[in-house]
């Protein structure tokens, strides 16, 4: 069994592709009505271009059952269509106790994703039970893209390195729970200076990057700073800007032509850089 | 339709309660396989005796379809069973943007809870959705039960107030969410002092209180500087140790004596400081 790490960087190169696409089915944006359906279609469209798929878990839930279903359909779909592509749930699970167990159980073995967003609030309790496998991965919520992320993540703590702001503390912090290589970590490409100096300080571990696309994110100066020394190592998700591309029944096409889009411009910025595939 | 702090406060006047039982069918403890027939044990003698039920999603989720059929299920037997009790989803949701208005949807709308724990890490965009209906509440996870919610709740930040821990930091902010009166805070059992300093800065609102039993927070300690001047707004929750109270076929006996232990000891508390319900 390959480890979290190892399948994440040939998921990359297999795609020459930092593209994520994000599955995020809000009822009343999707040209169609049927789930499994529409994100068959994405993902069909999509599969040779991305290294990820990251359905976020609330669109599911907020459907019922109906939509756990489609959930479970979707992972069969990305496996059978995208065998090379790493699952994410964006699930931002966090919480103490033999409730971080249950958490880790339900995503990695009941719904078997490969990889989950966890939410650090609790403190290395609730993270370390999403990092005991090496073959799956946990991408701490480290700097958040909306705008309240700042509320709480850029106050400034007295902490063991000198006054920083809590991102900052909290990505030295979560390092020390790596023992096995799988942690990564969510930063938004709102924030490129901090994404800058996360990277700084993690310089290897893989960066979940959202907040290109719909939200407005800077993604020529998220690559830059969100990459590591070789170019890699950044998963720029789109969700919204890829899979509501087109609101008409050309929806897939429209899609697949975001996507291509997408990895062009940041497989430009790498070949700038001379990091390119090649 | 009441409010819900209407509904909290009327569950625990008819109870005489202030105890909350955690519905958390850990498979390894439980003495019976089934969890909706476990849950509907427990609920069945223990409804007289308390004001809330808390099942946390991370069981279910981690007993996939059949787990989330039984928390249907579950939630329909308190509506029938105790009527009076509120129903409290930890989730320890939080995320941002479309998908924290996801999450509020799917806890009060699919699943019909009376209210949620949520978890504040990503600040107020990822708080707020779940406080628009005055008639459901959120207790936001201010200071946690277990050792390492030390790890960021504790630190000193540079805030507008001075410098203070943050878990008071976010106390105050969230007060400024409060527009309709149903935010709740969680504050663990097990540091009776930071709860005496969130109810200094929060006077009035309701504080969901987990941690006693199992995890050996002070219970005598949690209500004094837990509850409210009138001795109220303090819902003290169990889990381990009221449904697995007993091994054994007698589990539900077990957990109504456990049940009725905690109602009675906190009543004592609440009497001696000349706060008792009659």
Redesign the interface.
Known sequence: MPTFLQKLDDACAASQSLVCVGL?P?PSRMPILDVLEFNREIIEATADLVCAYKP?L??Y?????TG??AL?GTLQIIRDRAPHAVTIA?A?????????F??A??MF??WGFDSVTV????????VKPFLEDASRGAFV?CR??????????D?????PYG?EP?YK??AR?SLGWNGKGNLGLVVGATAPEQMAAVRAIAPEVPFLVPGVGA?GGDLEASVRCGVDANGRRAIINSSRGIIFASPGADFADAARNATASLREAINRTLEGEGKGWR
């Open positions: 995020d809000e976020n609330s669109f839930e907020s459907q019922g059952m756990l279903r479970e964006d931002k699970r966090g919480d103490g106790g033999p409730s971080a249950a958490y159980r339900a073995q009941v939410n650090p609030w609790g403190g290395g309790d609730t919520w958040g893209s909306y705008a309240s992320a700042a509320d709480l993540q106050l400034e703590v007295e902490s006054k809590l503390h909290l912090t939200q």
